[in-house]
């Protein structure tokens, strides 16, 4: 039936603007800060540590208690007494409560929530908690931490192949330490929870603009003691963008539902910009030693990598699952076959850390490909034509971790970029701009962007023998619900959560191609209520699943909607479903005109199977609505430590062309070209815009985004004006192409396209710039003036 | 009682609601306010104005930028109080209950916005910038948004349908018109009313 629809292909693959935006432009969005679902609600403040670590001496909330408005306070104690730490993917040496109990372990962290008739009061009474502090010797040195058995929750080792022979036989062996800081998508919307506690039913509902609910909703229900019945999270329609970053908004559903259980009236918390840079969520930093042993002719033969993640104060679920996303492709786009990990997680003094856009792409790239880079350079060979001689070529591949590239033209990528950045031009204006003086330098990136994850990666955390008792997880499956009305109105529901990447557009279109309608017909819901809407463990928006599973499950629900209209069409035609074609809005009698006798009306068709059971064909159930559920194939569990992580992997592969200013260290991009295969796309314009947008992530990683502590921990990014993020003018003008290979693996061919700039950026342009400062040695981000200066001439 | 009123004691003073006359996209409203209800608040939670937006409450992320007698301000460093009789602009005056507007229509087909959280902020900053400057250039259009932090879209399809508006405009008018009045206003392209992030006066 998919090749029914595919066929269609009437508005899949067009550059639709989108359905949702003119609500959004009218100023009619409905985030979560808009909505009042419940009448009454109290407004929450919470009161935060000021110190990156420190023993709590004394709580004293008796003059917030008694201040103007005040309904309640909520403490760290009663937060230990009325609920359990949050479960996370590896056991933690540190139990994690949604506030701090007796130790604060990072700036932000929650001590207490005071709740009052309006905010305004709140926060005046959370001034008058009286906190007394013991300040301790923070932790924020992850390398220094894996010596430390309190920090280090995880340590694991891999083998593939043979890397000690790869390492002994090799002619160049290069490499060095590569760190990525932890840093932010920072969506403009903070976190937002409207909590409400129905003591009566021993329910919590919670509004909130959470991008799961994925596995979390089961985390945050069982700290909070509840069966995953009695918890239900709702999303508004809109969200203000997230990139990973509002996954973490479970810890205040389970927060602020516990002040509305404690307190008996509904609350809410809108967070503030300098709770959400101090506390709400970052990326995990890394700590990476990579080598790369090669041939003198270039061949990559083995590759060892020695990394530490820093996931901050806490172990949030889904961490330490930022180690494992790219286990199915860390080989990247080679051919290499002997790879070594040393994989270690450890606990700092850091806000924790969980999804970023990226996921661990742009950590592990940023080795990867500076190692290249490194091996380009000592081996004399053009780092593209290095990259070129040891692409992966042939198709299926099995990555000797357990990935699987199923379809991809790496090479004709990688042709594509060299054209599109005028490559040999560029080389030529570089040996011109060097003989002038000036510091110019070009970087090259190939990246495998895995998409749709597996839910099964997170157990290579654990040891092959004790992952047997649990039950086997795998794969990552999205359900959709597809309703005609009696009026003949299509609505779809699927719980991809997005928050702004226009799943609502996407949607439409594929199922009107199946329908054969308008999209404009199409009203499409991607909010999740996890009481009522069809979903996983896996759904919600994250690993660029959407144009795998999201489509899918829509698409699967639409052709059993579809295929009821056609035999109700038959019926009423007096032929067999299978000669009836949906288009235009109507149902033909394939091969004969369009007349009366020939047609019916999706309109009528809907009319009959709600007004008219008995009018239908034997055996065909009434209404007109259908629930399915798809699951992305090749997604085993982990054998033998190997795994295919994600079922798709597209391509990308960028050339940056920058120049520093000797004079000022400071950074310019006068070129950037990149290149993806993500296979069919269904959009190019929101296509092209996630690229984009996924540029914008990665550029502000490398040049200019990371949280900052000072040597006592305290938080010196505190402010959107000591978190800098990049502006109009300081982005360049990337020029893009894209080949599409579709994907044998999902429903129509598509490829996850969300992240694979934000991975690749990073490594381009920290290349270049090693490039431009003849350096064969990583230098650390972000690539700031005042530390390029530094560099310049060194 | 109103929002915002605050404890007697330990505060600096017993403050008391004020009356305030403003006309909001055209309607005139009476209303008591609290001295210290920020202007974003005001539109938000009293009147139900939520199409602006707050994006970090101290004056970086244009996010809150309405109009204040037509002239931007971000409305999270503003005290409602200081709006008394002027006439504010916020996003739903925008088109109204019309068609969208020329610049709301391009945004759309440059797939300009994506979570949209920006937006708002943006309409009313680069609509003023198009009222004073209807050709503006490029690079006056890319030093307006270094003040509209966004983090959906890289900025290029937003820069991209801005210029558009603004080069049918100067397709209308002489060319040449607005060549040499490129200083009128500051570097940022904006005029420095109550509100912006470089007074801070302004700020509670
Ligand atoms: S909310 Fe960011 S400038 Fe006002
Ligand atoms: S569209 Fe999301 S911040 Fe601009």
Redesign the interface.
Known sequence: MTDQAVATRGWIGRAL??F???A??????R?I??LEPVPGAHHAAIVRSPHAHARIRHLDVSAAEA???VTGVLTGADVQAMSRPFAAAAPSPVPYYAAAVDTVRHVGEPVAVVVA?????AE??AA?VRVDYDPLAPVLDARAAVHDSDALVSERSFHYGDPEAAFAHADVIVGGRFDFPAWT??????YGVVADWDPGAGTLTAWCNFQGPFTLHGVAAAALGLPGTRLRVITPE????S?GIKSGVFVYVALIGLASRKLGVPVRWTE???EHLAASQTSTGRCAEIEGAFAADGELLGVRIDAIDDVGAYLRAPEPASMYRMHGALTGAYRVRNLALRARVVLTNRCPSALNRGFGGPQHYLPLEGMMALGARRLRIDPLRLAELNLVRRFPYETPSGGLYASGDFAGCLREARELSGYEARREERRRARRAGRLYGIGVACVVEPSISNMGYVTLVEEEASRGNALPKSGNAEGATVTINPAGGIGVRVSTTP????HGTVVAQVVADALGVDPSQVAVRADADTSFSPWTVASGNYSSRFSGVGVGAALRATEQVAGKLRAIAGHVLGADADEIELRDGVAHLRGSGDGAETTVSLRRLAGMAHWNPEGLPEGLEPGLAATAYYAAPELAPPVDDRISASTENGFVVDIAVVEVDRATGRLAVIDYVSVHDAGRLLNP??A??QV??????GFGAVTREAHAHGADGELLTD???DYL?P???D?P?VRTAHRETPSPLTPLGAKGLGEGTTMSVPAAIHNAVMDALHRDAPIALPLTPARLWELIDA | MAEGAPMAEGAPMVERPISIVVEVNGLRRREHVMPRLLLSDFLRHRLGLTGTHVGCEHGVCGACTVRVDGIPARACLMFAVQTDGCAIETVEGLAGTGELTPLQRALHEAHGLQCGFCTPGILIAAGDLLERRPGADRAEIEALLSGHVCRCTGYRPIVDAIERVARDAAGHTARGDHADDADDADANGDPGGPGDPGDPGEAA
Not at chain 1, 692 to 697: D, S
């Open positions: 603007p989108r949702e935006d003119e959004l432009l009218r100023g009619r969005g985030f800060d808009d201040a103007d408005g008739r309006d905010r305004y009061l005046d009474a008058r998508g920072l969506p403009l919307e903070g809109h969200s203000g963008g990139f503030d910009r300098l928050q702004g990447q226009g314009l929101l092209e815009g984009i947008g996924g540029f914008a992530h402010t959107l004006k993020c502006t109009p003018a982005l003008a």
